[in-house]
């Protein structure tokens, strides 16, 4: 079966970093496009980030780029998140998905999406 698995959630305060990583397994996902949504409460679904399955093109929101690089493994079946200078309005639970066409920004449309692992930042 099918499985994203986040992790590197956590509390950091505000300026710190995280990284996020998500764990594919039951398949090979290294040909998928992956990515991050995230949402808050009270909050619109909000996309972070995604990655062409080669790695060849990445894609930001406005406004984390420059704060969060995606990059993936595709001989681990991982896809990470770093998360640079990290603001209160970032709090928020992450989700990582992934689907075999590269679709932007709508990244919780994926076909296959993890479970979320809470970030939250302190001001």
């Known amino acids: 079966q099918e499985q994203l698995v986040e992790s590197g959630g956590g509390l950091v305060q505000a300026g710190g970093s995280l990284r996020l990583s998500c764990a594919a397994s039951g398949r090979t996902f290294s040909r998928y496009a992956m990515g991050w949504f995230r949402q808050a409460p009270g909050k619109e679904r909000e996309p972070v980030a995604a990655i062409r399955w080669n790695g060849g093109s990445t894609f930001y929101a406005d406004s984390v780029r420059g704060r969060f690089t995606i990059s993936r493994d595709n001989a681990n079946n991982t896809v990470n998140l770093r998360m640079n200078s990290l603001k209160p309005e970032d709090t928020a639970v992450y989700y990582c998905?992934?689907?075999?066409?590269?679709?932007?920004?709508?990244?919780?449309?994926?076909?296959?999406r993890g479970q979320g692992t809470q970030v939250t930042v302190s001001s």
């Open positions: 998905a992934a689907d075999a066409i590269l679709r932007w920004p709508a990244v919780w449309e994926y076909g296959y």
